[in-house]
Nanobody, 123 residues
Framework: QLQLVESGGGLVQPGGSLRLSCLAS????????IGWFRQAPGKEREGVSC????????GYADSVKGRFTISRDNAKKMVYLQMDSLKPEDTATYYC????????????????WGQGTQVTVSS
């Protein structure tokens, strides 16, 4: 079964950190670029970050640049999003997605989506 499963979300205070994980199963992770997206209530889904198939190229939305770091370990079939200096406006459901390539912080047409993990930044 082809799956992407996110984990690591939760409640954190402003200025805090979280690390999201995305575990791939049922397909060969290194064949795909992986993007992280987020969607807040009442807002459109936006691309947060993307990493190329071999991890050699990354892209970030301006709103998270310098605070978030994307990485991957193809041997472990994992992709990570380290989120530091979190702000209330980072509150959203975060999704990972597999696509053929990155376009900046976005991806080309997504092949697989995860189910999402909730991140809430609040004091």
């Amino acid at each position: 079964q082809l799956q992407l499963v996110e984990s690591g979300g939760g409640l954190v205070q402003p200025g805090g950190s979280l690390r999201l994980s995305c575990l791939a199963s049922g397909f060969t992770l290194e064949w795909y670029a992986i993007g992280w997206f987020r969607q807040a209530p009442g807002k459109e889904r936006e691309g947060v970050s993307c990493i190329s198939k071999d991890g050699g190229s990354t892209g970030y939305a301006d709103s998270v640049k310098g605070r978030f770091t994307i990485s991957r370990d193809n041997a472990k079939k994992m992709v990570y999003l380290q989120m530091d200096s979190l702000k209330p406006e980072d509150t959203a459901t975060y999704y990972c997605a597999a696509a053929s390539r990155c376009i900046g912080a976005h991806t080309t047409l997504v092949g697989y989506w995860g189910q999402g993990t909730q991140v809430t930044v609040s004091s």
